[in-house]
T-cell receptor, first 114, second 112 residues
Framework: GENVEQHPSTLSVQEGDSAVIKCTYS??????FPWYKQELGKRPQLIID?????GEKKDQRIAVTLNKTAKHFSLHITETQPEDSAVYFC?????????????FGTGTQLKVEL | EAQVTQNPRYLITVTGKKLTVTCSQN?????MSWYRQDPGLGLRQIYY???????DKGDVPEGYKVSRKEKRNFPLILESPSPNQTSLYFC???????????FGEGSRLTVL
């Protein structure tokens, strides 16, 4: 299956600063790269995703960039706000093993301080 | 309203007492899956299903069973729960294997 590493595991920023979380994967044939946000006590929810034929995608203050050669993709949050405080997970979709198994990163706890 | 529904949301049980966590989705999704979430370990896939009567193991299937007799339902069965299965469980569905996952609200299970 896919080997997924996510860094950093915790990230503390001041309100208004930018935050970047990186996800590294092993399957070079991976073709779908989502980021999920999980607020405290809530379910994970998709916040942004990108497919392998695109290098960058932006949605207001969040963006995802993909480097297929280096096999990593990153979540960028600009002008962070307290409501961005949450755990963020990546879940690259590989094709090995039939492509139906899914491995999540271990998560990044983002804390936005006032 | 499109949703994934899990029950029960909270359960305290004892070692060895069989239990089932139900999961139902009303979006006609093909793909359904179960995850457990433990501190520091993120979300780990237990089982997944591509369609009715098609199920397969994820990364941590030991001690769990699933079935997919109907497209909308994907129950998780713990035949003989043990304390190491104490965890937060999420069911999720997706139109196919290459798209967004929609999660249920989670089921917090404690095995004493």
């Amino acid at each position: 299956g896919e080997n997924v590493e996510q860094h950093p595991s915790t990230l503390s920023v001041q309100e208004g600063d930018s935050a970047v979380i990186k996800c590294t994967y092993s399957d070079s044939a991976s073709n779908y790269f989502p980021w999920y946000k999980q607020e405290l006590g809530k379910r994970p929810q998709l916040i942004i995703d990108i497919r392998s034929n695109v290098g960058e995608k932006k949605d207001q203050r969040i963006a995802v960039t993909l480097n297929k050669t280096a096999k990593h993709f990153s979540l960028h949050i600009t002008e962070t706000q307290p409501e961005d405080s949450a755990v963020y997970f990546c879940a690259p979709k590989g094709v090995s093993g039939g492509g139906n198994k899914l491995t999540f990163g271990t998560g990044t706890q983002l804390k936005v301080e006032l | 309203e499109a949703q994934v529904t899990q029950n029960p949301r909270y359960l305290i049980t004892v070692t060895g007492k069989k239990l089932t966590v139900t999961c139902s989705q009303n979006m006609n999704h093909e793909y359904m899956s179960w995850y457990r979430q433990d501190p520091g370990l993120g979300l780990r896939q237990i089982y997944y299903s591509m369609n009715v009567e098609v199920t397969d193991k994820g990364d941590v299937p030991e001690g769990y069973k699933v079935s997919r007799k109907e497209k909308r339902n994907f129950p998780l069965i713990l035949e003989s729960p043990s304390p190491n299965q104490t965890s937060l469980y999420f069911c999720a569905s997706s139109p196919d294997t290459r798209g967004e996952l929609f999660f249920g609200e989670g089921s917090r299970l404690t095995v004493l």
